[in-house]
């Protein structure tokens, strides 16, 4: 489309100039009146057709221009759309797969202009939280014997906020872990911690990607996808 | 804050479509996800929020001093609803509804309970202690847009001739709250703990 455009241009411009060549030869010679409007046939017309030449060939390269900023924007907003799909494909996979849940939805659907980086400043106080419950569980499965009145606390503490910010498959597995501990299972919780670790590793990296497209997208002066809301 | 400028600010302040000028909500809440999205929930409502993270705060921020009310704060009159978690170490959402509606000058404050357990028990002795409604966590939307049925209007709080500042609340209520030791026992009718006891973090 771009090179079509710059071709006729320039075919414009090559034919002006011909023109212009013409209209000169056949004016050559003739007297130029200096006072009033040319009434034609004079050198006059010759400068005329030529600063009508180079007015066109300014158009054509001011159109050139034009081409090539629209294609520029025209990339960016297809950069934006790019990104917004790929934005929404995240989501969507990581509710079909329940590493995310509806609850997640709900904080997305609280985030507006008064509001505008909830979502992020729950999901950060999640991190923050869980690294502290994390650390404290590692510690408490390390003592011997093991408090697990305890643990299960902490377990307890982790199910909430992880449900609460739809932290699905990091809920079930500390439903499993709770579990363990009322048994006074010592391999099972063992194997709920690492699992728990696991978990929150997979959701914590995937929340992150998601923050780093939305961040590319607002540069890019696009908008967020977000659900709408429902009552 | 004194009376007249709690006076002066709700005058000014703009009516909102529910027709309560800026309901104030107090959170209690121990834990630090759920005190962040309670507040989140409730600022989308326009209301106004202070989010605590224990009952005794709660108990503080209303101006419940050594068990007695006598020295109730502007807070008291201002707050149109408490909504608390159930289970918290030390004193649990159920002790200090208890301790609310046991009081003469907090009772007429409407408390919601929320709980990640959906325990028929548990419902029922928080509905029985007059709790308005029992919230299963997570907490959503929806749930935020029916506590506005809830919401109390704001209450006048008694004048001093001047109308200045709060002198003692001839509401004062010198009947005890309870003693707050005693209301760290656990008093929940389940027979299931409910984490007491174990302070974490």
């Known amino acids: 489309m771009r090179e079509k455009r710059e071709s006729k241009a320039v075919a414009v411009a090559l034919k002006e100039t011909s023109v212009a060549a013409s209209t000169t030869t056949s004016l050559a010679g003739a007297e130029c009146k200096p006072s009033g409007p040319c009434s034609g046939g004079c050198a006059c017309e010759a400068d005329k057709a030529a600063a009508v030449v180079a007015q066109k060939q300014q158009q054509g390269a001011a159109e050139q221009e034009e081409d090539v900023a629209a294609t520029g924007a025209e990339e960016a907003v297809v950069d934006v759309e790019r990104l917004q799909k790929e934005l929404l494909d995240l989501t969507e996979t990581l509710l079909a797969e329940e590493v995310l849940d509806q609850q997640f939805t709900q904080l997305q659907q609280l985030q507006d202009e008064s509001n505008p980086e909830f979502v992020s400043e729950v999901v950060s106080l999640f991190f923050e939280d869980s690294g502290r419950l994390l650390g404290e569980l590692t510690e408490s499965l390390k003592q011997e014997p093991i408090n697990y009145v305890a643990v299960d606390a902490h377990v307890h503490q982790f199910k909430g906020s992880s449900s609460s910010i739809g932290a699905q498959k990091v809920k079930a597995v500390c439903i499993k872990f709770r579990n363990c501990c009322e048994a006074r299972d010592r391999e099972g919780c063992q194997k709920c911690l690492e699992q728990v670790k696991q978990e929150f590793n997979l959701v914590k990296s995937k929340l992150e990607h998601m923050f780093e497209l939305e961040q590319k997208i607002l540069s890019a002066g696009g908008s967020l996808p977000y659900p709408e809301e429902d009552y | ?201």
């Not at chain 2, 529910?18 to 309901?23: C, G, L, M, V, W």
């Not at chain 2, 007695?68 to 030390?90: E, H, K, W």
């Not at chain 2, 005890?176 to 026992?185: A, F, P, R, T």
Request: glycine share 6%; net charge neutral.
């Open chain 2, 1 to 201: 804050m004194n009376y007249s400028s709690y006076l002066s600010s709700t005058w000014m302040r703009p009516i909102t479509d529910f027709d309560i000028p800026e309901a104030h909500v107090l959170a209690v809440d121990d834990s630090i996800v759920d005190r962040k999205l309670i507040e989140g929930l409730l600022k989308t409502s326009l209301y106004k929020v202070t989010a605590v993270d224990s009952a005794l705060k709660a108990l503080e921020f209303l101006g419940v001093r050594d068990g007695c009310s006598t020295s109730l704060r502007p807070n008291a009159f201002q707050v149109n609803l408490i909504i608390t978690d159930y289970c918290m170490p030390g004193m649990t959402g159920y002790d200090l509804l208890k301790a609310i509606k046991d009081s003469t000058a907090l009772r007429e404050i409407p408390v919601v309970v929320m709980s990640s357990e959906n325990s028929p028990n548990r419902i029922e002795s928080c509905l029985k202690e007059g709790a308005e409604e029992f919230l299963i966590k997570p907490v959503k939307i929806s749930d935020v847009k029916r506590l506005r049925s809830y919401i109390r209007p704001p209450t006048k709080a008694p004048c001093s001739g001047s109308g200045e500042t709060l002198g003692p609340s001839p509401i004062c209520s010198k009947r005890k709250v309870g003693s707050l030791e005693g209301l760290q026992v656990k008093s929940n009718p389940e027979s299931q703990p409910c984490l007491n006891g174990v302070i974490v973090a």
